[in-house]
Every structure is written in C-alpha cells, then in structure tokens.
C-alpha cells in the first residue's frame, strides 16, 4: 500500500487560515489502512480545526467526507454538488489522491493533510516499512525476492558495500542491511550461486527519471 | 599478469616488487598548497598517492583537480571516484578529463551514505554501483566505446582499482565478492585498514584457495593509531571496522605521550607480518592527516627505496 503520515496540525491550520469553510476529505484505501487519512482521521482533524476556531472566537464551517477512493473519477464525482458549498478541501488522501482532487475541481484550493512516503508494508501494529520505489523493471526474480533499490540506502545492485556491520546499514544500527537479507534469503533457498553473477548497469529510464510515466492499456480502454 | 596501460603502479606491481601507496584528502577549501604539501612530504617513500573523493560525504575539493596538481608535480595519483554523487553521463566525462592530463589509476568506490557529511539533506546518485563502475572503466579503455556504445578518440588508459573490506559483514560473501569485482575487471585491490590480522589471514587464504591472488593485486591497508582514543573511535563508530580488544589495550596501556610512538610500532609490525602473507602485493599507507608519518613507516618496515621503473 501506499504509505503516509499526518502533517502536524500546525502546518494544516495555516495552509487553511484564510478560509470559512473548509472539507476534510478522507480516503477509504490505503490512508486508511495507515491510520493517516481514513474516516476516523477525518473525524480527528476536523475536530481538532473546530477546536481551533472556536478558541479564535471565529465561525468556521468544517465539513467531513470520506470517499471510498481519491484516485478515481467515479468516486470524486460524489461531491461534485456538495464541494460549493466549501472554499477550501484538506485531503487526507495520498499525494495521487491529493492532486486528483485539484485536477478535478480546478478552482478549489486542495490543500495536503498527509505526508505522502513510500510504497509498503504492516510490519506489525503500528509499524510500516519501505518495499517498493516503482523501478519500473522488477528485479526480484535475481535477488531472492528481496529489492536491493528500495531496501538498500544506496541503491547497489552488487551489495553488500563495506559499511554492513552485523546484518544493519552503515546510516542505522536500526535498518537492516537489505543486502544481508538477500543472501539470508538466496542462502534460505539454497542459490548462494547467484550471489556471484553480477547485475548488470540498470535501465533507470522506467523510473523516475524517465520522466513522468504512464500505463496505457488500449485492451482495456472503452 | 601482463601490463596493459602506462601506470607505473601496474608497472611496479607486475615486476614482482612490492608496491607502496598512500593517501591525500583534499582541503575542505580551494588552496592547492595543502594537497601539493602533503604529497611532497610522501611523493619519495610511495610509488602512487591516492586522492579521496569527499569521503566521509564531507565536501571538499574534488578529487580529479587535486591529481592533476599531483600531475604537475610530476607524481603519480589514484583517481579515487565515488558513484554516490555522479550519474553515468558525469562519471564518464571525469574519466576522459583525468585521462586528458594522462591520470593512469583509478579506484572504482561506492562512497559513504550523503548522511555521515555536511550535505545529510542531499540526494544520492548511484545511477552504477563500485562493480558496474569497474566494468564501466574497462569497457571505456579495452573497447575504447562510451557506454552508449559510440567510440571515444584517445580512449582512457587507466590501471582499474577497487576498495575491499574483508572485515564488513556477512563475512562469507567476502572472497565471492573479491571474486565478483575480479570477475568486473578489477586489476589491483586496496583493502581496508587491517588491525584483526587473523581474520584477514583467512580471508586471504580463502582468496588464494580461488586462484583470485593470481588474477588482481591484493595491496593491503594499514593505518597508524595516534591515540587509544582513535582506537576507541574506530572500533565502535566506523562502520566496517574491525579494530580487536588487544589493538585498544596496547595503546591504552601505554603512556598517553607515547601512544602516537606506539601506534607507528604497531602499523610496522603489522606490514611486517603482512609481507609474508602469500598473494601481498603491496601495501596502501592511509596516514589519516598524519602523512609526515608515512616516510617513517615505510622505511622501517624495510619498503624503502623504491623501486625505479620506465
């Protein structure tokens, strides 16, 4: 899923000051799953603005919605009559669902509630982790099912470098050295081999700077 | 192993004789008198000097500019080139511009993470990692073609260097990974600072168990302690050191005054030993700021004079 947390609600308060209504809108998807951008978010949030507002002694209107995704034209339609009645959207969305909104809804100012991070997992309760940077061109066949570009600070694709000291990443005695969980793993299944071939220079024009990139799928196009 | 380019480290290496190299770190400023100082209290008692690359991710002057002023003098550099900060496009052009002032050595590194240095807030590049720079290196001068595949006129000739750390963990990847780099191209090896000398021992044993001793130059790193306090520092803050108990002890246990004293007796015996470690080829000197040492070691460890080659 797609990682996020919450932005301090100083931060939010001021992209809002100006404003006398405002919609907190939340995501059903991985916001969700997050606990950064959900229902229960929102509630919080909003709650939280009206606080604010009534120490200031000022009448805002805050409006809460949930979607049941922000990435979608089907499901942002849904407040198309009710968004006039705002002058500004805080999305609890992730950066995609942010910027759908202001695409959608050109002359309302949609303003980020989260901090958009990474592509990753639920490690446990209250701990999410990195495992995915959209290379573009999977690797993990030829690493042991563990990613070397998202998973090692440095991005080597012949790990591990000299900084791997007792399986943790020269940056954090906290991180695991991914390098050193590709060999436990190639190790597990028994391909310690292909820890010697080397992986050749990488194309990196399928990731970020490629430029931005897109999917067209005319098998699926109506 | 043959001699394929002008490096007079390649040279002094492939006649059998044990080669000596050191270190310079740029200034973290641009006055060239600091590099050119250092080199000329080193350039007679070493055959190359390495330069660093913004290690430790600390900016300073960048590593080509200090060789050629290494160049000039007529002495012998290491291009020291990190993959951190430079994409492929960058690093081929430093290439050429090193091999424009006839600059013969290279060593092939990844770098420190941006987040020990003063830039901690910066972005890292690793468009290629140490191996791929390796083979980036020999493509450019055995094929004399750009990575994109077109020719280069005056293609570089340069002695292909790598860094080894026989101390990092998982330590069981150690040799596949020496054996990896030689696979890339690698032509000789500067290791890590040496101070646990049996572990190295076995590593260079399983390396020469795999024939690697025969096929890259193995230079082994030493580095003087000048106080328990750099001991200390070393054992627990640099990662991928292995600095063991009774290195810290002796100089703790000696005399604050004479730990300096100490810690040049222990890096001489230690070459000493070294010297009879089959499949040595040499030795890399990295007197950290301390380079005015180096004469010192190098002659009472009986790696003096050097030799002369054409």
């Known amino acids: 899923m797609i990682v996020a947390d919450k932005k301090p609600i100083e931060e939010i308060i001021d992209y809002v000051k100006d404003h006398q209504s405002i919609l907190v809108l939340g995501c059903n998807e991985c916001v969700t799953v997050c606990e950064a951008g959900g229902k229960k978010e929102v509630g919080l949030l909003a709650s939280a603005l009206r606080m604010h507002y009534l120490q200031q002694g000022r009448d805002v209107n805050i409006g809460e919605r949930t979607l049941e995704r922000q990435c979608d034209h089907e499901y942002l339609e849904e407040i198309r009559t009710s968004v006039d009645n705002y002058e500004a959207v805080v999305s609890l969305a992730c950066g995609v669902g942010v910027q759908f909104t202001a695409e959608k809804y050109q002359n309302l100012p949609v303003y980020p509630g989260v901090n958009t991070l990474f592509m990753g997992a639920n490690e446990m309760r209250g701990v999410w982790s990195e495992r995915c940077q959209g290379c573009g061109q999977c690797l993990l066949a030829h690493s042991g099912g563990i990613c070397p570009v998202s998973r090692c600070a440095k991005r080597i694709l012949n790990g591990p470098c000299g900084g791997s000291t007792g399986g943790k990443c020269e940056i954090s005695k906290e991180l695991p050295c991914g390098w050193q969980l590709i060999i436990d793993r190639l190790k597990a299944l028994g391909r310690m081999e292909d820890y010697e071939k080397i992986s050749p220079i990488k194309n990196w024009s399928t990731e970020r700077s490629g430029g931005p990139r897109k999917v067209v799928r005319e098998d699926l196009k109506l | ?310």
């Open chain 2, 1 to 310: 192993m043959k001699v394929k380019t002008p490096s007079k480290l390649e040279k002094i290496l492939a006649s059998g004789q044990m080669a000596v190299t050191s270190e310079c770190g740029p200034p973290r400023g641009s006055d060239p008198h600091v590099v050119t100082h250092k080199a000329e209290k080193i350039k007679n008692h070493v055959d190359a000097i390495n330069i660093t690359d913004n290690q430790t991710s600390m900016t300073r002057m960048c590593s080509l500019a200090a060789c050629i002023r290494l160049k000039l003098m007529g002495l012998e550099p290491v291009l020291q080139m990190v993959t951190r900060d430079r994409n492929r496009i960058a690093i081929q052009s430093d290439i050429l511009g090193a091999a424009s002032f006839d600059i013969n050595n290279i060593l092939c590194l990844s770098g420190d993470h941006q987040s020990f240095g003063d830039c901690a807030q910066g972005q890292n590049v690793y468009d290629l990692d140490s191996m791929q720079l390796i083979q980036t290196v020999r493509h450019m001068r055995d094929e004399g073609k750009f990575l994109g595949g077109d020719p280069i006129s005056r293609p570089p000739q340069m002695f292909v260097g790598a860094a080894e750390n026989p101390f990092a963990d998982p330590y069981e990847i150690r040799v596949p990974r020496l054996a990896k780099k030689i696979a890339a191209g690698v032509e000789f090896i500067q290791t890590q600072c040496i101070y646990n000398l049996d572990k190295f021992e076995d590593w260079m044993s399983k390396a020469r168990d795999r024939g690697l001793t025969d096929q890259a130059y193995i230079l082994a790193g030493v580095t003087p302690m000048k106080s328990a306090g750099m001991a200390k520092y070393m054992k627990n803050r640099v990662p991928g050191m292995d600095v063991p108990d009774e290195v810290v002890k002796r100089l703790a246990g000696t005399p604050k005054e004479k730990q300096a004293e100490e810690g040049i007796k222990m890096c001489i015996e230690s070459i000493q030993r070294l010297k009879e470690v089959k499949g040595i080829s040499g030795f890399h000197i990295m007197a950290i700021e301390w380079e005015e040492m180096v004469p010192e070691i190098v002659e009472r460890a009986g790696l003096y004079p050097r030799p002369v080659v054409d």
